[in-house]
């Protein structure tokens, strides 16, 4: 496996200009036109045998393996930007206003075409086939995985199983640890959408009025404070309620309050339990402030799911390789879409963080000043190749 990073060092500064390229043209989800067109032509360079567009934004791709027939890898990738103004001072930041790659999505799809290119060179090495997913829309609900997987992604040919890796700051500025943890590895995120329906009125009259302010006020406090409280602690759920990043969580008009609630959730009983405990204090306020309150769910993404049997190939494959995996001891509280390859066709599948530095301020993903080491590439690109060989050759 070593070969591959000697490999990986050779096309370090193409892959460094490619990202570039993409972190200054950042297009959010279900409008990646420039990026999926840029996908397309690297891949047709690189010589893949085959190039599918299940999306009007997604591009697929096939790498055959010349040791015959076998089974089939997926490896994804996401590729969309966020709505956020870009801070960083780069010489290569963004030049389109209020758009960025604040998420490492620039990162996630050069270090896919850097494993497409490093295995197309290796062809003669495996067995089977490798499937090359690039996902539109991972940031923006309902998120690109479950329309892919409804286009028929995981078939023709079937996938026998999948990996996906995201970047991530790191507290102690460290580039290129793959992070593994067996089970429930990120969060099921869902949104409630809350509207408090009160009637206005004049400040001389405030009886004939239905305050819809004090309502929301007392609402947000409650939700925040007994939720949490309501469900095990073995099946963690948190609620938050006005901190919605991206727009307005909380607005309030006269008579009338809306408000955002995000759900975070590492167990299908917490998510349960939290969102009948949501609809029931809302239930319970809205009688006692004479309001009415709505509430409509919004759906997110489920829990990822890590078989232990991939991490453990992951372990191998990252280690044989030169690079640097480590288990932790916690989930990730961040969510992702990626769930729904594995969730919705029962195939088993294995998503990792990356290390990928601090840089100079020390902020968190979604961030416009977020900056991220480029050696991070190295590693993503090696790990995504060697796990992909090893799958398939096992």
Do not use: W
């Not at 896919?112 to 996902?135: P, S, Y």
């Not at 232990?308 to 969510?335: C, R, W, Y």
């Amino acid at each position: 496996m070593s070969d591959i990073r000697s490999f990986v060092d050779t096309i370090f500064d193409e892959l460094v200009s490619i990202r570039r390229d993409i972190h200054a043209h950042p297009e959010t989800g279900m409008h990646e036109v420039r990026t999926s067109a840029l996908i397309r032509s690297e891949l047709e360079k690189m010589g893949v045998d085959e190039i599918r567009q299940p999306l009007p934004t997604a591009v697929v791709a096939l790498i055959h393996g010349k040791k015959g027939p076998g089974k089939c890898v997926a490896l994804r990738a996401d590729i969309d930007a966020l709505p956020v103004h870009e801070e960083t001072g780069l010489p290569f930041a963004s030049e389109t206003e209020g758009i960025m790659h604040a998420c490492g999505h620039d990162l996630h799809t050069t270090m896919l075409l850097g494993a497409a290119k490093t295995l197309c060179h290796m062809r003669d090495q495996f067995a089977g086939t490798v499937k090359l997913i690039f996902e539109p829309s991972e940031d923006l609900m309902p998120g690109g995985a479950r329309a892919l997987v409804a286009a028929g992604v995981m078939e023709n040919p079937h996938v026998d199983a999948i990996f996906g890796q995201h970047v991530c700051p790191s507290e102690n500025d460290s580039v290129g640890r793959m992070q593994l943890y067996k089970g429930y590895f990120t969060s099921a995120v869902d949104l409630f959408h809350i509207s408090v329906h009160g009637k206005s009125g004049h400040g001389a009259a405030p009886h004939t009025a239905r305050d819809a302010i004090a309502c929301a006020g007392y609402l947000i406090t409650v939700l925040q404070t007994v939720v949490s409280r309501r469900i095990d602690p073995m099946d963690t759920a948190v609620l938050t309620v006005g901190t919605m990043s991206g727009g307005d969580a909380v607005n309030i008009t006269a008579g009338e309050a809306r408000m955002v609630a995000v759900l975070r959730s590492f167990s299908d009983a917490g998510r349960d339990t939290a969102i009948q405990e949501v609809r029931r204090i809302c239930k319970g306020i809205g009688i006692a402030f004479d309001c009415d309150i709505e509430v409509n769910l919004e759906e997110g993404y489920a829990l990822q799911y890590n078989d232990p049997a991939m991490i453990d190939l992951v372990n191998k494959a990252v280690t044989a390789a030169g690079g640097k995996a480590e288990f932790i001891d916690k989930p990730f509280s961040g969510s992702e879409d990626f769930s729904f390859f594995g969730k919705l066709t029962g195939t088993p599948s294995a998503f990792m963080m990356v290390d990928a530095g601090r840089g100079e301020n020390a902020v968190s993903l979604h961030n416009g000043k977020i900056v991220f080491n480029e050696e991070v590439m190295k590693h993503g690109v090696t790990g995504l190749a060697a796990i992909a060989v090893e799958y398939l050759n096992q």
